[in-house]
């Protein structure tokens, strides 16, 4: 059984500038809650246990408050006869740990460098789920993209993955799925309509079995392109993966994707998640 997970929510949030100046991407409200806690609450109910977050070096950090006991309010909760409602105030089980590791904003960037962080400082060698921060797939009432990547891999060798469906007049806005059997390929990155694999979008949502974990640590580890020149980018240790023998499933996830990283974006999430739209 997988029970870690990781989630990257460092980073400035630019694309969200200035409401990010004080108020950390991954923590933007959607209804009741910030955008990660939606990835948080899913990894938990797939049985989820230890959860490793890379966060910004930046203090104070807003997503560990969320996340621990607020003392001062739990008090005055209980003094005020509002019992009731210290469970609402409660973000995590008992039973589930969050680890937290700082990022450096002025050092290598991109979606494989937390991941290789997380995978060398506490030396994971089993698989992981991997999550973005900052959106999320909505599917109350069904079968959440954690539980569905759980049941796609067969053994702790295999990887997996996410696609989302879009209309076939938008694949050239994004990482295309190349998929034979129900295994990928490769990902064509933002290609020609005429020329898309399918019309399945990457959307950052993993298991890693533990040789891609080490991909992905000795791609980082071995590749220097400067903090300006270019990003480290997941895709190219998965497809070193794919090319040595390695396997990612790739199952469609259910539900509608949700994006909180633009304004339009996030204004849609609340909509749809506040049943608005």
């Known amino acids: 059984m997988i029970t870690k997970a990781i989630i990257p929510v460092a980073g400035w949030g630019t694309?969200?500038?200035?409401?990010?100046?004080?108020?950390?991407?991954?923590?933007?409200?959607?209804?009741?809650?910030?955008?990660?806690?939606?990835?948080?609450?899913?990894?938990?109910?797939?049985?989820?246990?230890?959860?490793?977050?890379?966060?910004?070096?930046?203090e104070p950090c807003q997503v560990k408050a969320f996340y621990q006991d607020n003392i001062a309010l739990n008090q005055y909760l209980t003094d005020r006869g509002k019992a009731d409602r210290l469970e609402l105030a409660k973000t995590l089980?008992?039973?589930?740990?969050?680890?937290?590791?700082?990022?450096?904003?002025?050092?290598?960037?991109?979606?494989?460098?937390?991941?290789?962080?997380?995978?060398?400082?506490?030396?994971?060698?089993?698989?992981?789920?991997?999550?973005?921060?900052?959106?999320?797939?909505?599917?109350?009432?069904?079968?959440?993209?954690?539980?569905?990547?759980?049941?796609?891999v067969k053994?702790?060798?295999?990887?997996a993955m996410v696609g989302v469906e879009v209309p076939h007049d938008q694949v050239d806005k994004y990482g295309i799925l190349s998929i034979k059997d129900g295994l990928l390929t490769n990902v064509v990155e933002k290609p020609k309509i005429e020329d898309a694999p399918s019309n399945l979008i990457n959307v950052s949502k993993y298991i890693l079995s533990p040789k891609l974990l080490q991909?992905?640590?000795?791609?980082?580890?071995?590749?220097?392109?400067?903090?300006?020149?270019q990003e480290y980018v997941i895709t190219d240790?998965?497809?070193?993966y794919i090319k040595n023998g390695g396997t990612m499933r790739v199952i469609t996830a259910e539900g509608q994707y949700l994006d909180g990283g633009s304004?339009?974006?996030?204004?849609?999430?609340?909509?749809?998640v506040c049943n608005l739209e």
């Open 215 to 229: 991909e992905i640590v000795d791609y980082v580890k071995t590749h220097d392109f400067g903090p300006k020149d």
């Open 237 to 240: 240790p998965i497809d070193s």
């Open 93 to 152: 089980p008992s039973n589930v740990k969050i680890h937290y590791l700082a990022q450096d904003p002025s050092g290598k960037y991109g979606t494989a460098v937390p991941i290789a962080m997380v995978a060398e400082e506490y030396n994971i060698n089993e698989p992981v789920l991997v999550f973005m921060g900052d959106d999320f797939i909505w599917n109350p009432g069904g079968e959440s993209a954690a539980s569905s990547l759980l049941e796609a």
């Open 15 to 58: 694309r969200r500038l200035p409401i990010t100046k004080i108020i950390e991407k991954s923590m933007l409200p959607v209804g009741n809650r910030p955008l990660v806690d939606y990835s948080v609450q899913e990894l938990v109910q797939a049985g989820v246990t230890d959860i490793y977050m890379v966060i910004s070096n930046v």
């Open 155 to 159: 053994t702790d060798q295999e990887s």
């Open 263 to 272: 304004v339009e974006g996030w204004v849609h999430a609340n909509n749809v």
